[in-house]
């Protein structure tokens, strides 16, 4: 079992998915890199995982841990139906 990263840099990580910014997202990410996992920093380097992983923030679906950034499963509605129009 993995140990969560520190709580004060998870809340940072999560103010700065909030702000939708990927510059505040990418910072906020620099300034904590020895503690976060790999995963996380290879996200930095990809404008569109590093948007998608603050969505998943955003909703409450991950958490980050010194392994990795790991899906809750648990807040996963299977029954979810994406509202967005698709063209």
Do not use: Y
Not at 20 to 46: N, Q, S, V, Y
Not at 48 to 57: A, Q, S
Not at 64 to 82: A, Q, S, Y
């Amino acid at each position: 079992m993995s140990e969560k990263v520190p709580d004060e840099i998870v809340n940072e990580l999560k103010k700065a998915a909030r702000s939708r910014d990927p510059k505040a997202m990418g910072k906020a990410i620099d300034r904590h890199w020895r503690d976060l996992p790999e995963d996380l920093l290879e996200a930095r380097e990809d404008q569109k995982i590093l948007k998608e992983t603050m969505n998943l923030f955003n909703q409450d679906l991950a958490d980050v841990h010194t392994e990795g950034v790991r899906l809750k499963v648990e807040n996963v509605n299977c029954n979810h139906v994406d509202k967005r129009k698709k063209h």
